[in-house]
């Protein structure tokens, strides 16, 4: 069984690389334009494929099912409600993201305040994504791999750690090729690829689990034993001891997707890239459709593996895996994980192609080198991201033992995530708050999440009010403080939004019809599952 599996992963994932390598041979990818923004050339299909793949790693697959396994259907608030972020993000964000023709969100922020201001936010995104953001992505799928290629007994290690070191480095050191040599439009195409591959993947797992619950009796009477047996698992409405309460779907769990969606320069670097502004909008509300669909295969292996497992002692975190060991058969289990393998590559090299991005053009080209020919900014990406890889694979098997990755993802995002949303909101909704508002919301709304989590007698907060509470709280306070020192102390002079002419600002016709459409379409989903 271990040579089949082996046989498919390995032969699936020689396939995408080498399709990546036969597209995107010929590409510019000596100048920032054509390294950075896939020289503005990317089309709806690879922004929605892109975009659902970069979200699509491990964190999600592993952490939001096992998050499912404790929790159940509940937590598909963060695959359903990030379907009106991204209505937001089409219909408002982006017209002003390609008309200010920027490659970084900071960027933006320079253009709206200062240069100060742009530093800061790239200082946060940095160090972010280096401690945060880029180590989850490796060890969750480090884990994820463990669990469905039965590493252990593949190789004869042992040492669970020893094991852990070794398969995040692997992972880590491929990603890192894909992105720093490759650029962009090499992401985009493999994430495309990959993205296929994991729904497909993803549906087959849901027919097998099904299979398994139901004994081979079909896959609706499995939903029919589940409905049955684990009632309390299928309910949409999450409970104030569940780690999305309801409520929460209207402050903090809004917001943070809020931020993931329309204002990550992890997430939204494709759509800067869009050949015009009407290919971005079908881009971002066509992943809004797939995003629709994410329970099924985010959400409903969680409470299969429940249902199959719970009573074996399996930790939440390791349910996923287990499940796709168990269920799949063999050549099957290969191909499925040369999938995660590609949406563990995704992740990182779209969030390590940012983080260059951001470094090169916000860091390296304003402070260290201002007078920096194009290639020397695109060489000086390539050395910062291994520096950044490196510190990210050191990092990663360090997370081991975390209660619930996911949970624990979202409250680490909080802190960088609610002060920048506040800060780009209030700069896009006004034309006189100063740039001091911007810098005293970005350091205050981070030392205040930060202190609100880890400092006593502060940690007393998110736990009076729930986290997701304590987060929108904060949200409001910044943007109430930014309104008011505009008030108090006015820039001389509105801003105002000039174009670039980078791309055609000609906007779909569809997009808002679509974005209603996406709208009803959540709620349904929320009022069919109430319980």
Same mark, same amino acid.
């Given at each position: 069984m271990h040579a089949l599996t082996l046989a498919s992963?390995?032969? !699936?994932?020689?396939?995408? %690389?080498?399709?990546?390598?036969?597209?995107?041979?010929?590409?510019?990818?000596?100048?920032?334009?054509?390294?950075?923004?896939?020289?503005?050339?990317?089309?709806?299909?690879?922004?929605?494929?892109?975009?659902?793949?970069?979200?699509?790693?491990?964190?999600?697959?592993?952490?939001?099912?096992? %998050?499912? !396994?404790?929790?159940?259907?509940?937590?598909?608030?963060?695959?359903?409600? %990030?379907?009106?972020?991204?209505?937001?993000?089409?219909?408002?964000?982006?017209?002003?993201f390609l008309r200010s023709g920027i490659a970084t969100l900071p960027q933006l922020l320079e253009l709206r305040f200062d240069k100060t201001t742009q530093l800061i936010t790239n200082i946060i995104f940095l160090i972010a994504y280096a401690v945060i953001l880029l180590p989850i992505i490796l060890y969750s799928g480090a884990m994820g791999l463990q669990g469905m290629l039965d590493l252990q007994g593949l190789t004869g290690i042992e040492s669970p750690t020893v094991l852990l070191w070794l398969t995040v480095w692997l992972v880590g050191l491929i990603g890192s090729v894909y992105a720093l040599f490759g650029g962009l439009r090499t992401v985009a195409v493999s994430d495309t690829l990959n993205g296929v591959g994991l729904l497909v993947g993803g549906f087959v797992i849901v027919y097998f689990g099904l299979q398994a619950v139901s004994g081979d009796g079909g896959v609706l009477e499995g939903w029919a034993l589940l409905k049955e047996s684990d009632p309390e698992m299928l309910n949409s409405i999450g409970s104030s001891e569940q780690q999305v309460p309801f409520a929460t779907l209207f402050t903090g769990v809004f917001l943070i997707n809020l931020f993931y969606w329309t204002t990550n320069q992890q997430i939204i670097q494709r759509t800067f890239a869009a050949k015009t502004l009407a290919e971005g909008q079908k881009g971002v509300l066509l992943t809004g459709f797939f995003k629709l669909l994410g329970p099924l295969y985010l959400v409903l292996p969680g409470i299969i593996a429940y249902h199959l497992y719970a009573d074996q002692g399996v930790r939440a975190d390791e349910a996923y895996g287990h499940l796709v060991f168990n269920v799949l058969p063999a050549p099957l289990t290969g191909f499925f994980a040369a999938v995660m393998v590609g949406a563990i590559l995704s992740s990182f090299n779209s969030a390590l192609n940012s983080t260059t991005t951001l470094f090169s053009l916000g860091f390296y080209k304003v402070v260290l080198n201002k007078n920096a020919s194009e290639a020397q900014v695109v060489r000086s990406s390539k050395i910062f991201g291994w520096i950044m890889a490196v510190a990210a694979m050191t990092i990663a098997p360090l997370l081991a033992g975390q209660e619930s990755l996911f949970g624990y993802l979202q409250k680490m995002n909080a802190i960088y995530f609610i002060p920048i949303l506040a800060v780009v909101l209030v700069g896009l909704l006004t034309r006189r708050v100063p740039p001091l508002a911007a810098k005293v919301a970005l350091v205050g709304g981070c030392l205040l999440i930060f202190a609100g989590y880890f400092i006593p007698p502060f940690d007393r907060l998110p736990v009076v009010m729930h986290e997701f509470h304590f987060v929108a709280s904060v949200f409001a306070l910044l943007v109430a403080v930014m309104l008011l020192i505009g008030r108090l102390r006015p820039r001389e002079t509105p801003w105002v939004h000039e174009d670039s002419g980078a791309v055609d600002l000609t906007p779909w016709r569809g997009a808002i019809p679509a974005g209603i459409v996406l709208v009803i379409l959540v709620i349904a989903i929320y009022a069919a599952f109430a319980g």
């Open positions: 992963f390995l032969f !699936f994932t020689g396939l995408v %690389a080498f399709i990546t390598w036969r597209i995107t041979r010929r590409d510019d990818h000596k100048t920032p334009n054509g390294f950075f923004l896939a020289g503005r050339s990317l089309t709806f299909p690879l922004i929605a494929g892109s975009l659902l793949m970069t979200n699509l790693s491990t964190e999600q697959m592993v952490g939001l099912n096992g %998050a499912a !396994f404790s929790d159940g259907l509940s937590v598909m608030a963060w695959e359903v409600v %990030a379907v009106i972020a991204l209505v937001a993000l089409a219909l408002f964000f982006l017209p002003r």
